[in-house]
């Protein structure tokens, strides 16, 4: 070893002690005839001391950042103590050292507070790995990759390998493909995800199974998506979808306690889709705070069991409203005394492209009971109590309000939500609320082929009293105009996710494990039968021979970490990250391949 | 949950309680009007009583071989008790029951002794991995990843991944390749192995880095080889070779304690290359048992600093060894009456191609101390004592030797040293013997190219004292014929193999980490600078920036678990293996692509 400690190591409790050092030189002080250099490495920061009698040395071999250095001496009590560092009440009289390596300028500061640039860090990633707030974001990681697998090893869950070179079946996601050498003309795919063999395993009988495994999807990255990413999946045999949620949010609490420190001891809140989207606008609400949307109007065609408040506009000649599919609002709490330039800019805000909403109505609860609004032509002031007092507003908060096209209106008055939430500093780093959303719709209507597609995968189980229906139910769609009428549109899966912060962290499903409703799936998606047993013909063989119930679950690692670590962005917890682009820049990947290549493989590019 | 235990857990102090238990219909025993069924899953085997009263229903819902059964019932004592099985003293009186999936017929018996052939069970590798054997196997195969995390976390080692899609710098072994959809025309590599990765991650300063990781590598499969593998990936940094050997050789005698109850506490053999080839004609020597090498001839040209006994061959006029490059012996204990058929049957192994000796001569040491050798007409009776004694042959002994060209010979006599121990009974499945081989040649010799190759990989230092050759000496070798008095062919390796019973388990070394000598490096491996920047210059930049020294091994992990678990094939230890030509024979993968697939990609077909 070049070392007899590390950098964090040394205590006052070791003064006296002869050690040897090793690490990266993090600044060189020169006073006068001696010279002060804190030792980095990833334990910490140590202070070395060289005197007046290795002056000479130091000047005949400078040192400068980064460099990497070995230094043997006695640890000594400092005069000049830093309570900010655990190793700040010692140093090390350094009595010789040798450079074990020299190092260029960096192309940046190697600190918290940098001066590099992302391009420039992606380059260099190797030296943004030494800043501190890295280290911290993949120490993280594998705590949460620890205290992961303790916890489900301890629930007698076996980590299995899953192959990566498998078999190409796009649904959905877009498939990496590794062209074959030994058989040429054919491809493995790379998985987008363990799903099929996980099912196989427990039709083998391996009833609780985890792995922490790299998965593939090739599509156009939006921010904050990459190629390859992370999952703790999941799977266990023999349960239904209570037990499955009670073992992971177990599995998700054990992590914040082991992690974060922090005991979570209620039980998660478990709602279902039509109640997040009802109340939220939003599958995946973050509950840290709540505002939740007053559904003044709505079509008769969705959310059918639900009662909107429209008795709230009648009457009022508002044609904006009133030619409206859909009406929403929320309170904002203590916002009543918004300027005019506030609420306009709100305005702009909701009419932004993204958002695309024509206006933004408001209705000020003064603190003084009045009411004061936008739409005070039409609305009387008791009307105007009424809708207030409707969306939980109290004195002095601010209701919002939008109308338009449903699907549009809901997606804004949940973006509103979480803006104003941001501006008003309720969504809170500190703090975590976990949920369940329950019970989605099995299957979502493609347009474009007039058919369905599944909205979770094509494996995941309608709710038992719906099997019938799915079964009995020709998928077909005959009449495109009325595709909510047909039976599969409401049937709901056996499915759900884990949204933490209004982030999704997890999604899983009881898995379907009958061929015949296998089959029936795989049709509504409009595979036929020899689509069917070309791509899954492995896995309803499967199910003829004994094949469990069954179900589980994924959570998204890198989110996950990237939650639990205060940060936006999934890609400062990967050691080597791609950029949106899908090239590491570091690498210089993907890349040209030699002739030989193409030559053995039996392919060539066919650029258009 | 469908199961308030499993099969494995009941015991007679549950005697009376009433459980609900599923799993898989292992047989059905009727006798009369009551049916024994043994229940399975993971956990174990569980006895079912149907009594009278269920006879009705069971014989309109007859149970078949692997039907898939919930049955609550009470646990009573059973009468006829069978010791072999921990829940041998109960039965559960079932009071009613669920059939909750039907099997067909399987194609093999679901026993440790199946009637299915390797291809039928590898088409249904989701019945085959129900085999206890298998499960056994995988179980197993836990276990060790288990232990040897818990080992490297407990030393300070951080779990970090490193990417799967990264560029081909194709090496030695062939690259997988991925075709990038985004970036037209250019194309990912799937790793060989994580190794320039966390050799930066060094240079980041994660001193301690660990992964258990699948590798990839597009070679033609030898039987045993899989295109994709999974190594126990590991680097230190600050670290000298010892410090290497004596961290993972406590891993792997963690790995022993906690998997086999093995305590391996002697300290682990260290053997130099040299003496592994001169001793036992192999770099990864079978300790077990001795059987080492007799040197009686060898080339002036290899092993310059060992001494033959030629000595003991002159004056022989023996021909056959006059005229040999090499002579070598082997004392195979206890075979000095071998049958005349015994010997010629040894002298036809020999003489097999995969051999390729031209004959066997043998000296047999009789218990009577008289010698009888093949060779009699050209060796005095002293003469053959005195070989034998040389080979460390006893009275009852039997010396056998093998003549001819240097590396053909010394590979045949560690051949039939593996046989001979093999028929003796020698290479204990039960016992255990690791060994460290230690100062393999850096390079290796590649006549077609008349230049160096790596022979452990292109990132390998010399030893510390050899570092100063290499730099200041030209790698081109200007005269093919002299290549051995070339001073690069002198130059040992800083690296080290890990052994167990003859296997290669674990390999690695100390790595360059100074820019000069790693361009040195590449140029000997006939690299010009163009394709050294092209291909790694992410690396010899790392170097400019205070790379500190390191070092680390990567261990086998699929072959580790086989010997471990006392099998010959790592396909047994691998969940969903593939088969000689890299098929998946149940997903029937690699397969063709569709034409979108093509197109988006851009590459066609190119097929000769």
Redesign the interface.
């Known amino acids: 070893?070049?070392?007899s400690h590390t950098n964090g190591e040394l205590r006052i409790s070791d003064k006296g002690k002869q050690v040897t050092l090793?690490?990266?030189v993090q600044t060189v002080r020169k006073f006068g005839a001696i010279t002060f250099v804190d030792l980095?490495?990833?334990y910490g920061i140590t202070q070395l001391l060289f005197g007046e009698e290795l002056n000479r040395e130091l000047e005949e071999n400078p040192l400068g950042r980064?460099?990497?250095l070995q230094a043997t001496g006695t640890v000594n009590e400092r005069s000049n103590k830093n309570p900010n560092l655990p190793t700040g009440e010692i140093e090390i009289l350094v009595s010789s050292f040798k450079i074990?390596?020299?190092?260029?300028v960096?192309p940046f500061t190697i600190q918290d507070d940098t001066d590099g640039g992302d391009d420039l860090r992606m380059k260099?990633?190797?030296?943004d790995?030494?800043r501190n707030l890295v280290?911290k974001n993949?120490?993280l990681?594998?705590a949460v990759?620890?205290a992961a697998?303790n916890y489900l090893?301890g629930q007698g869950f076996?980590?299995?390998?899953?192959?990566?070179?498998?078999?190409?079946t796009?649904e959905g996601a877009?498939?990496?493909?590794?062209?074959?050498?030994?058989?040429?003309?054919?491809?493995?795919?790379?998985p987008q995800s363990p799903q099929t063999?996980k099912q196989?395993?427990m039709?083998?009988?391996?009833?609780r199974y985890y792995q922490i495994v790299?998965c593939?999807r090739?599509e156009?990255?939006r921010a904050d998506r990459q190629?390859?990413f992370?999952q703790i999946d999941c799977e266990m045999a023999?349960?239904?979808q209570d037990?499955i949620l009670n073992m992971f949010e177990g599995m998700v609490k054990h992590i914040f306690q082991e992690v974060k420190g922090i005991a979570y001891t209620e039980k998660v809140q478990r709602m279902t889709w039509e109640d997040a989207m009802w109340n939220y606008g939003n599958d995946k609400p973050d509950i840290r705070f709540d505002m939740s949307l007053l559904n003044l109007k709505k079509p008769g065609s969705v959310y059918v069991e639900k009662q909107d408040r429209s008795e709230l506009l009648n009457d009022t000649g508002f044609k904006v409203f009133d030619e409206a599919e859909t009406v929403l609002a929320i309170a904002a709490p203590g916002c009543s005394e918004y300027s005019r330039k506030q609420t306009d800019e709100l305005t702009e805000w909701v009419k932004r492209p993204q958002i695309g909403m024509k206006g933004l109505a408001f209705i000020k609860c003064n603190t003084d009971g009045t009411y004061k609004s936008s739409m005070d032509k039409f609305f009387t002031e008791e009307k105007l109590k009424a809708i207030a007092d409707a969306a939980g507003a109290k004195a002095g908060d601010l209701v919002l309000i939008l109308a338009g096209a449903e699907e549009r209106t809901r997606k804004a008055i949940s973006d509103l939500r979480m803006e104003m939430a941001e501006r008003l500093g309720l969504r809170k780093k500190d703090e975590f609320r976990l949920l369940w959303v329950l019970d989605f719709p099995l299957f979502e209507y493609d347009e474009e082929g007039n058919r369905w597609v599944a909205r979770h995968h094509p494996f995941t189980s309608p709710k038992p009293a719906q099997i019938d229906t799915m079964i009995s139910n020709d998928p077909v769609i005959h009449n495109a105009e009325e595709y909510l009428k047909h039976p599969y549109a409401n049937i709901k899966a056996n499915a759900y996710d884990m949204v933490l912060n209004g982030n999704e962290i997890g999604g899983g499903s009881i898995r379907i494990?009958?061929r015949e409703l296998q089959e029936k799936m795989f049709a509504a998606l409009g595979m036929d039968k020899e689509e069917q047993l070309?791509k899954f013909?492995?896995l309803l063989?499967?199910?003829?021979?004994?094949?469990?119930?069954h179900g589980g679950i994924a959570f998204g690692f890198d989110r996950l970490c990237s939650i639990l670590g205060g940060s936006e962005s999934i890609r400062d917890f990967?050691?080597?990250p791609?950029n949106n682009?899908?090239?590491?820049v570091?690498?210089?990947?993907?890349?040209?391949?030699?002739q030989k290549?193409?030559d053995?493989?039996?392919?060539?590019?066919?650029?258009?």
């Open positions: 070893m070049f070392r090793a690490g990266w980095r490495d990833r980064e460099f990497v074990l390596n020299r190092s260029a960096p260099y990633r190797f030296l790995l030494r280290k993949l120490e990681r594998y990759n620890r697998r090893h076996m980590d299995i390998e899953t192959p990566f070179l498998i078999k190409s796009p877009r498939d990496f493909v590794v062209p074959s050498r030994m058989n040429p003309g054919q491809f493995y795919a790379l063999f196989l395993l039709v083998s009988g391996y009833d790299k593939f090739d156009d990255l190629p390859e992370t023999f349960v239904e037990d494990y009958q070309h013909g492995f063989g499967a199910f003829e021979y004994g094949a469990p119930p990967i050691a080597f791609k682009a899908g090239r590491d570091m690498l210089d990947a993907p890349a040209t391949i030699d290549q193409f053995e493989l039996q392919i060539k590019l066919n650029l258009k």
